[in-house]
């Protein structure tokens, strides 16, 4: 049926017209969406019939299973606001995707205000909400796919990173380097830090484009301004390394500097690395010890080994063998130990060895730091 006149047989029938209540529900009844939606919206006005959520929402459901935007969004409304079907946050989600999908205007713009003002602690809030809640299958892929796809292509950020980190790890789809830069450039130009690193990772690599630094540059110091460590820490090795400028020690100690405070392990080692050797600041082995201690607490493996080399041998602290050998034993958890170290391990008395491995096992579980200080402040005998 033409919709100006489902329309029309509608404003007669809330009129108290039966001819056209009955022309109308006997299109519906067979099947015409157009007089489905608006025998639903009788229903819920009540208007010509009794006032009926219960048979309204099935009228939207049913022209909303055949495709209809409008039904599609009422129905999401019935949903989100428990009207004639018990309420549910999943399905509202759900209906008013697939209107939005169809580019009906008053279904993007409850997606934009939940997103912003209802259901979104976090970035991931909503995506959770839709897929994981009241039976909405966690593995289902295509559909959270597609809700992503529906959110990043009105602009939200979040769902633009998270298709870009999607295509680029090859999470729950096919990876495409293409693609994930796509979607990351789309975040990054809206100011998302996170995007603008991810971004800069693949010219820096030339993941799914030609290797290129000094874009890579760019877009690190765009996340870097914005107090990203990732950045701040891949800034660093540039400028260590000269790669897209000039090798720069003062500038690569600045940047890891920058990471390294706000608590990125790797940064932390490349401070603590430079303090020890004297690269763009001057050489201090206190200040290294500190700096490997911060990054081996958060189980830096290099840092570990560089902390056990201090200790070994009283480098900006008094020489322990046994907080080496511990030291040694816990980097030797995670990577291979060199003959130096094997070594040490060897030629270690029997007790001492026994403390150690004691050590060890304290560091792993209260932490490195907690483990030495408690071990300095009563060592034993």
């Not at 022309?23 to 015409?32: M, T, V």
């Not at 380097?177 to 100011?191: C, H, L, T």
């Not at 206190?286 to 990054?295: N, T, V």
């Not at 046994?322 to 060897?346: I, R």
Request: overall charge negative; charged content about 15%.
């Amino acid at each position: 049926m033409p919709t100006d006149l489902a329309q029309q047989l509608r404003v007669r029938a809330a009129d108290g017209d039966m001819p056209a209540q009955e022309q109308l529900r006997q299109s519906a009844e067979h099947g015409d969406a157009i007089s489905e939606f608006e025998l639903a919206i009788l229903y819920c006005l009540g208007q010509g019939v009794p006032h009926d959520d219960l048979q309204g929402a099935q009228w939207f459901q049913q022209a909303a299973s055949q495709g209809l935007a409008q039904a599609q969004y009422n129905l999401g409304i019935m949903y989100d606001q428990g009207l004639g079907v018990p309420q549910n946050d999943a399905q509202a989600a759900l209906w008013m995707r697939r209107a939005a999908d169809q580019g009906y205007g008053p279904a993007r713009y409850w997606l934009k205000k939940s997103v912003d003002h209802g259901y979104a602690n976090n970035q991931n809030d909503f995506d959770l909400k839709y897929y994981n809640a009241q039976g909405i299958a966690q593995d289902n892929a295509p559909e959270a796919l597609a809700w992503h796809v529906t959110l990043a292509r009105f602009g939200f950020i979040p769902e633009q990173y998270q298709l870009g980190l999607q295509y680029d790890t090859g999470q729950g789809v096919p990876k495409n380097y293409p693609q994930a830069m796509y979607w990351f450039r789309q975040a990054a130009d809206q100011g998302d830090k996170q995007a603008q690193s991810n971004l800069a990772y693949m010219y820096y690599q030339g993941q799914g484009v030609t290797l290129d630094y000094g874009l890579a540059l760019h877009w690190f110091r765009q996340a870097a301004a914005l107090g990203s460590r990732v950045a701040e820490t891949n800034l660093g090795i540039m400028y260590y390394h000269g790669q897209g400028v000039s090798p720069d020690y003062k500038q690569a100690f600045f940047w890891f500097l920058q990471a390294a405070d706000q608590g990125c392990p790797n940064a932390q080692s490349s401070v603590a690395q430079m303090y020890f050797s004297g690269q763009g600041v001057h050489q201090d082995d206190k200040q290294a010890l500190l700096w490997f201690g911060k990054a081996a607490d958060q189980g830096n493996p290099d840092a570990i080994l560089s902390l056990a080399y201090l200790y070994e041998y009283g480098r900006g602290t008094s020489k322990d063998i046994k907080l080496a050998a511990a030291l040694y034993l816990l980097a030797g958890q995670t990577k291979p130990v060199d003959s130096h170290t094997n070594g040490l391990l060897t030629h270690l008395p029997a007790s001492d060895y026994k403390q150690a491995s004691q050590l060890m096992l304290t560091m792993r579980s209260k932490g490195v730091l907690a483990a030495i200080n408690a071990y300095l402040s009563s060592p034993p005998p």
